[in-house]
């Protein structure tokens, strides 16, 4: 026997798939053969690791949308017959070999024609399709788009309704005031959105300077905005984001959505200084008549007896001092 035979006996043999008579001639020739032995060897380490590992649980929707796309697809393909072979197909019935060739060049000819004509001709229409569409959003609208992630979902060749997602990229430039509403809900998005950490840094820097233009009174903070620094507070992952955020929350007070923004860093909060920043931003006396004096206030007597940090302990009973005297 072929020592070839052999070696692919091996890979049956860890598969239980030889019959008794081969699995004897098997091991029969594994006591005399080094080099089946050290490959046998290797075959089960391969296995062992295979055993260890742990497939990949797929959703069913997932599974869904990918049948239904690679299901368009092929018959997306099947119906994309180049013009030329179709042609070809109609000439080959009526036309000897010669001409069909003349014929089919001519016929070309006038298509290319054709087709030149109207997208020279009618330059300013070739986009209108896509802007009567019901999807067609003001994002786009605004200048060109770049599309991506194109995924399409499903088709109905009978009436034509599509359905597809994709994502749009429109480069937009906007000059105005930091004080402007417009302005402030972009930088807002950035400060939650963006995946660049310098990016967001600086986008909180400057709806901070909002607060620095306003002269007199309180400012006035939009609720989207308010939203964004908030959440850029609790669960920004750069350090110096939150700092940022809270420096200019503060500005904002005593608006009983940010005092609980700022309880909620001094009961949770590992950062020592931003927790520190907040309780010197609570004063308590602002806050007799409001519904948030009663949180506040459990706060400050659980900081007083129980923080880690000896400065938040003293600051809290200090405070507590102050409003029973």
Not at 210 to 228: F, I, M, N, R
Not at 258 to 271: G, S, T, Y
């Amino acid at each position: 026997m072929k020592h070839k035979q052999f070696e692919e006996w091996l890979q049956l043999s860890l598969y239980n798939e030889l019959s008794e008579q081969e699995q004897t001639v098997l091991n029969s020739h594994l006591t005399t053969c080094e080099r089946c032995q050290v490959e046998l060897k290797e075959l089960k380490k391969i296995h062992a690791t295979l055993a260890h590992h742990q497939p990949i649980a797929v959703q069913e929707p997932l599974l869904q949308n990918a049948r239904r796309t690679l299901r368009l697809r092929i018959q997306a393909d099947s119906e994309q017959k180049s013009l030329w072979t179709k042609l070809k197909g109609i000439l080959d019935g009526f036309l000897a070999p010669p001409l069909q060739v003349a014929v089919g060049g001519v016929a070309m000819l006038v298509l290319g024609i054709l087709v030149g004509y109207f997208i020279f001709k009618l330059p300013s229409e070739k986009n209108l399709p896509l802007r009567q569409t019901a999807f067609t959003s003001s994002a786009m609208e605004a200048g060109e788009s770049q599309i991506t992630n194109i995924h399409f979902l499903d088709r109905n060749a009978q009436n034509g309704d599509v359905e597809f997602t994709f994502e749009t990229i429109t480069p937009v430039c906007i000059r105005g005031n930091v004080n402007d509403e417009n302005v402030q809900k972009v930088l807002a998005r950035a400060l939650v959105s963006d995946q660049n950490a310098g990016i967001r840094l600086r986008a909180v820097n400057m709806i901070g300077t909002q607060t620095e233009q306003k002269q007199a009174g309180a400012p006035v903070l939009d609720s989207e905005v308010k939203t964004a620094l908030i959440t850029a507070l609790l669960h920004d992952r750069n350090l110096g984001v939150r700092k940022e955020a809270l420096n200019v929350l503060k500005n904002y007070l005593p608006d009983p959505i940010i005092v609980r923004a700022f309880l909620n860093i001094l009961a949770n909060e590992k950062n020592t200084g931003l927790k520190i920043t907040a309780i010197n931003s609570l004063d308590l006396s602002k806050y007799e008549n409001q519904p948030v004096n009663r949180e506040i206030l459990d706060m400050f007597k659980s900081k007083a007896q129980s923080d880690d940090n000896n400065y938040i302990r003293i600051r809290a009973k200090l405070a507590l001092q102050e409003v029973q005297q």
